[in-house]
């Protein structure tokens, strides 16, 4: 169990709009410097969500509390150390890079210089162009910088790398790691695997409203069934296929046989020592393993797989 105090809490939250639930009796506890990411397909719920806790939305039911403060008494005090860049952030395109930093920072009592920002979002050969000569990568890294004028403690980001190319992905993702490195605390919404399983420290799996499972990435993998999965060319049928110690499930696919081992190393010690007389029917150049992932975890509790 966790001894610090978390420094953002919900309890039992929920939205409904119209007949749709949007959350439903959500519970999460944010801790200092960690990067939470909330998990799941379009239409789980992840965008309400983060609106609630940013205070954009007033939920049904519920409380929450920003380092120890109640979100629906002192939102002013707590948007002082909180910064929020939305899923699609609109910024008036014939205004410069450099002019629309200074403008928000024009909005609080204390803030980072432009020149400061621009230099941690790698845009200083964009500092004197307009808005509208970003490229897409560009305008996201200009919406953290925004989001980060007032160098908030705590960071909210809404899908910061939708419709982004691999390198601009990876550009966003530097700078979320530089920020942890620097202690803020960020809670972000992503339904990329790779993405949660690269910046976040823990995880909360979403479907339909709900939090499916909270964890670390390696503790949400290891509800899964099976560790790994072994495939195997078969150049002549073998049935039944032998058991092997380790496995949890058996599948054929055409020439191919599927193995979901709970213990990688002992199934493939197994595999690998098996009698001639089977061992010359397994093409072993074709062989083939993959890990368990968050993404195999989602489809084992909803059925279905992350969509975009």
């Not at 966003?172 to 919404?189: A, V």
């Not at 976040?200 to 979403?206: H, K, S, T």
């Not at 020592?273 to 072993?284: D, G």
């Amino acid at each position: 169990m966790n001894t610090i105090s978390p420094v953002l809490e919900a309890k039992q939250i929920s939205k409904k709009f119209q007949k749709v639930q949007a959350v439903k009796s959500l519970n999460l506890s944010v801790y200092p410097g960690e990067i939470f990411g909330l998990l799941g397909p379009n239409g789980a719920g992840k965008t309400t969500t983060l609106e609630i806790l940013e205070g954009l939305q007033v939920p049904d039911t519920g409380e929450i509390f920003m380092k120890g403060l109640d979100i629906r008494k002192h939102l002013q005090e707590i948007r002082k150390f909180s910064g929020i860049q939305l899923q699609s952030t609109s910024i008036y395109e014939k205004i410069r890079v450099k002019e629309v930093l200074d403008l928000f920072s024009s909005y609080y009592k204390v803030s980072t210089s432009s020149d400061d920002l621009i230099a941690k979002v790698s845009l200083q050969e964009k500092s004197r162009s307009l808005v509208k000569t970003l490229s897409g990568g560009q305008k996201q890294r200009l919406a953290l910088a925004l989001a980060m004028v007032h160098d908030p403690e705590i960071l909210f980001l809404d899908e910061p790398t939708t419709g982004l190319d691999p390198q601009a992905r990876r550009n966003i993702w530097q700078i979320i790691l530089d920020l942890k490195s620097q202690g803020k605390t960020i809670l972000l919404t992503t339904h990329y695997m790779d993405e949660a399983e690269q910046l976040c420290d823990r995880i909360a799996i979403m479907d339909a409203g709900e939090i499916k499972l909270i964890g670390t990435p390696a503790e949400l993998i290891k509800q899964l069934p099976v560790e790994a999965t072994i495939r195997v060319n078969l150049l002549e049928p073998i049935l039944p296929f032998p058991t092997l110690p380790g496995i949890a499930e058996i599948k054929e696919e055409g020439k191919y046989i599927k193995l979901g081992t709970r213990d990688l190393t002992q199934t493939l010690r197994a595999l690998l020592t098996l009698p001639e007389s089977i061992s010359q029917k397994i093409n072993f150049h074709d062989l083939q393993i993959s890990r368990s992932t968050l993404e195999d975890l989602f489809i084992y509790l909803t059925g279905k797989q992350l969509r975009e």
